[in-house]
């Protein structure tokens, strides 16, 4: 039994005649009777009956047409899912991330793909950094958002967009201009993101010591965002993505650094193989998070 033979039979079946079915199929009529025979042969009883004057169904005719019909459907839909999965419109998508990514555009990226790709299920992973490089490599997830990512050759890096850094203190601390260069911060005490699975961390240590000096750091932390607390509670300054400072604190205020090396700029990991709805996420990155980044910086 194939799927032409199902189709031949409900059409014969929806007209109860073999010549309007035939014609509506493109086919001869004498091929379509030869079509059904053999599906009665296979099936091992009458599904019409057929006389001169008229054809109908047998009981057993009447209750193939509707797992026919059952069995029709599924493969339409079946077919249809797949063609909708290889074009990018249906599927999941895994995202790789720091929680502090969602200070910043990547939230409303994904909210806006989202609304444009109804199908499309996006499955957040808040992870290290390290992690998050372990699981891209491993397919559990399809792209990852670092700050200053890993050199690697199995992996594309894009940036996604461009962001500041700035420096948070207690409330009440000596400096009060709206920015600052970093050399300014040398008699600091610190708290840092965890320089151990950090490679954003070593970034920012080494533009430290670039502009003379070694931070003492205090406390390090995996978040971002964990930072602020920390200089609320007196550890120290902490410098942060400008994003993050969104998080507002009562206890602390935050300043611009000015630096030609320092940023905290966020770039799209991912691997080149990646599949279609990977690349209909890119291309949205592409087309909106420059306009989501001017949004945020106007509050």
């Not at 699981?135 to 962001?163: C, H, M, N």
């Not at 966020?266 to 709805?277: E, K, M, N, T, W």
Request: aromatic letters at 6%; glycine letters at 8%.
């Amino acid at each position: 039994m194939e799927l032409r033979h199902l189709r031949y039979f409900v059409a014969v079946a929806e007209r109860l005649s073999f010549t309007v079915a035939a014609a509506d199929l493109g086919v001869a009529q004498p091929p379509l009777s030869q079509q059904i025979r053999d599906l009665e042969a296979d099936i091992g009883t009458r599904l019409f009956e057929r006389t001169t004057r008229r054809v109908s169904l047998t009981p057993a005719g009447e209750d193939f047409l509707i797992r026919a019909k059952a069995i029709l459907h599924n493969v339409q839909d079946a077919a249809e899912r797949a063609q909708a999965i290889g074009c990018g419109s249906v599927g999941v998508l895994n995202v790789g991330l720091t929680g502090s990514m969602l200070a910043g555009p990547l939230g409303r990226l994904i909210y806006n793909f989202q609304a444009s790709f109804t199908g499309v299920d996006i499955q957040i992973h808040e992870m290290s950094p390290d992690k998050q490089i372990a699981a891209l490599k491993s397919g559990q997830t399809d792209i990852s958002f670092l700050r200053t990512p890993p050199q690697d050759p199995g992996l594309v890096s894009e940036l996604a967009w461009k962001e500041g850094i700035n420096v948070v203190l207690p409330r009440g601390h000596r400096i009060r201009t709206d920015s600052i260069g970093l050399s300014q911060l040398k008699d600091e005490r610190f708290v840092f993101l965890r320089l151990r699975d950090s490679l954003f961390a070593k970034h920012i240590l080494q533009c430290c010591v670039s502009s003379g000096f070694y931070p003492k750091i205090s406390q390090q932390a995996v978040e971002a965002a964990s930072l602020t607390s920390l200089v609320a509670a007196g550890f120290g300054v902490a410098l942060i993505p400008e994003f993050v400072s969104n998080l507002a604190h009562a206890k602390v205020s935050y300043r611009r650094v000015i630096s030609s090396t320092l940023s905290a700029d966020v770039h799209a990991l991912y691997h080149l193989r990646s599949g279609p709805i990977a690349h209909h996420f890119l291309a949205k990155m592409r087309s909106d998070a420059g306009d989501l980044v001017e949004q945020l910086r106007l509050g």
